[in-house]
C-alpha cells in the first residue's frame, strides 16, 4: 500500500521541496500551510505520516504546531507524527515525543536524514499493520477452535445445521445469547461456503448511529451531507461476492429496515446521495441476542424482513445448557491462556475445581469461561493443576463439594456404582439449576418425565 505524506508547512517553498522529494520516492504526498486545512487533509487522505513543522499561524509560535500535533494523534492515535523544530525548540519537540509523536528533526533539515526518517515511520506502520493481521488471524482460529468444540446435542444440531447451510445462498438468521459465539459460527459458515476466498465483513448494527450505519452500509456520494468530501462504497460493495455479516440485527432502525430488505429483495442498493442504484451480489448472514418474533408481534421489527433474514435459522445454546462441554472448553481456554502467562506449564483442572465449574450458571457464556480460565491460570502461579481456591469468588460459592453420601460402599457391584454416579450426576444438575427440573434435565440431555423417574428412583426430591 502506497503511504501518504501529510506536509504541514506555513512556507510554501519548504512544502514544494519536501513534496517533490517525498514524491520521487514513491509517496503520495497532501500538503497543509495551517491547522483546519491540516485536520481537513488528514480526514481526506487517511494519511498515517505527518510532517509536522511547529511553527503554524496565527501567532506563529511553536506552541501552534505542539497542540495540533495532540489533535492528529487524539484524531488519529496510529498515524506517525514526525516534528520539525528549531534549534530552542528542542525541550517542546522531546515533550511531543513522550505524548506520542514518533519522532523529531531539527531545522535545517537534511534531506537524506527526512527520507530516513520517514521510511523508518512506514516501516514502522507496516510491522503493524501484520502483527495486527497476525492477531486477528490467530483470535479468529482461535475463535473457530472455541465455538466449534462440542459433543452436548443441541451444539452438535447448530453445527450440523451451519455445515449443510454453508454451500447455499440462502440468508442465515444466528441467535443465540451474548457470548455464545454468533460471529464464530457466521465465520465458520462463510469458510465452508463457495464465497470462501471473496471477503467476510461483520458488522454491529447496534454500535452506529442510524444515520451513520447507512451510509457505512450502502456508502455515499461526495456532498451527499456535510462530512461527506469524498465517495464511500459502503459494505456491501466491500463484501460483493463474499459474506456480509449483521451483528445485532434487532437493534436496527425500522428506515433502515426497509433499505435492506429492498437489498435482499432486488440485489441492488443505493448510495446515500446517488442517483441510481448498484448491484451487489451479497450473502447475509444476521445475529441477534433480542427475540426477533416478539419484535415483529410488537411492530419494532418489519415481518416482511424478518422472514427474509430467517431462511434458515441457527439457535446458539447457552454454555449453561452444554454442561457436558465444560470440561473440554475449560480446558481448552486453560490452554490458550498459556500464551498470555510466560513461562506457565502444562495445567490441568482439578476435579473439586471442575465441579465448581459445572455448577455455574455463565451469563456470558464462552467469553466469560474464557476469561475465568485466563483468570485461574494467573492466581495457580507456575503450579500444573488448577485448585477450587484458584477461581473467582463467586466460582468458589458455585456448589458444594460432593457429598460423601453418593459415594457406593466398598465392594458395590457395576450396578450400583452407576446407580451412585447417576443420582450424584443428577443431584449436580438440580443444585445447579437451583431446584429447576425443566433446565437440569436440559442439561442431563434427559426430557423431564425422563429426569422425574430417575429422581423418584434414587429418592430425590
Known sequence: MTETVLLID???????????????????VAEAGAAPKALSELRRTSARLVVLDLMLPPSGRPEEGAALADKLLAERPAAKVIVVSGAGETPLALRLVERGAYDFLAKPVDPDVLLSVVARAAARLALEDRVAELERSLAAREGDASAMLGQSPAFLEARTLCERAAPTDVPVLI????????????RYLHARSRRKDKAFIAVNCGALAPTLL????????????????????????????????????GDMEPALQVKLLRVLETGEILPVGAARPLTVDVRVVSATHRALESMVADRTFRDDLYWRVRGI??????????????????????NLSRA??????????????????????????LRELRHEMQRALVMAGGRGEILEEDLSPARRGSAPAAPAGDEPAEG?????????LERREIAAALRATQGNRSQAAARLGLSRQGLLNKMDRHGLK
Open 340 to 365: 498470555l502467562v510466560p513461562r506457565s506449564p502444562v495445567t490441568a483442572i482439578s476435579p473439586g475445581a471442575m465441579r465448581r465449574l459445572e455448577a455455574c450458571e455463565w451469563p456470558g457464556n
Open 175 to 186: 441467535t443465540g445469547e451474548s457470548g455464545t459465539g454468533k460471529e464464530v459460527f457466521a
Open 214 to 249: 447507512e451510509s457505512t452500509l450502502f456508502g455515499h456520494r461526495k456532498g451527499a451531507f456535510t462530512s461527506a468530501i469524498k465517495d464511500a462504497p459502503g459494505l456491501f460493495v466491500e463484501a460483493d461476492g463474499g459474506t456480509l455479516f449483521l451483528d445485532e440485527l
Open 313 to 334: 435459522e441457527i439457535a446458539l445454546p447457552r454454555l449453561a445448557d452444554r454442561v457436558g462441554d465444560l470440561p473440554l472448553l475449560a480446558q481448552h481456554f486453560l
Open 412 to 420: 458395590a457391584t457395576l450396578e450400583e456404582k452407576i446407580a451412585a
Open 10 to 28: 506555513d512556507d510554501p517553498g519548504f512544502r514544494d521541496a519536501y513534496r517533490e522529494l517525498l514524491a520521487l520516492e514513491g509517496y503520495a
